[in-house]
């Protein structure tokens, strides 16, 4: 083979490896390009969601201060809201198992009868 032979070998197969490159640089940049994208767009929903989330109406009550209440007033208010509390997460818990099909508890059967 003659000499030139290699020389033009070389320099296309150096040519082709820069394209191939060059190629797999544009898909990856591209790639890159999308995922910021999408991660602003996933940005923007949080940040919205937030929003709407510190507009939304408190999860409890606020505290009153009881700094003069007698104690077994506030005694019967505590238990008062410990039995609020737990039958409303006996009946969020028996709606949830209610929709998934699955088996309910006999204690919150029992407690959602009684009230």
């Given amino acids: 083979m003659p000499w030139w032979f290699w020389i033009v070998l070389w320099t296309v197969l150096v040519v082709s490896s820069l394209c191939l490159l060059a190629w797999l640089l544009y898909r990856v940049f591209h790639k890159a390009l999308g995922a910021l ?13 937030l929003g709407q989330a510190n507009h939304a109406q408190p999860l409890r009550e606020e505290p009153q201060p009881a700094l003069f209440t007698p104690v077994g007033t506030a005694y019967a208010d505590y238990i008062q809201g410990k039995n609020t509390r737990t039958l409303d997460r006996a009946r969020r818990r028996s709606q949830r198992r209610d929709e ?10 029992k407690r959602l009868q009684e009230r």
């Fill in 37 to 49: 994208d999408a991660a602003q767009d996933w940005e923007s929903s949080i940040t919205d969601a």
């Fill in 100 to 109: 998934l099909g699955q088996p309910q508890l006999v204690g919150d059967l």
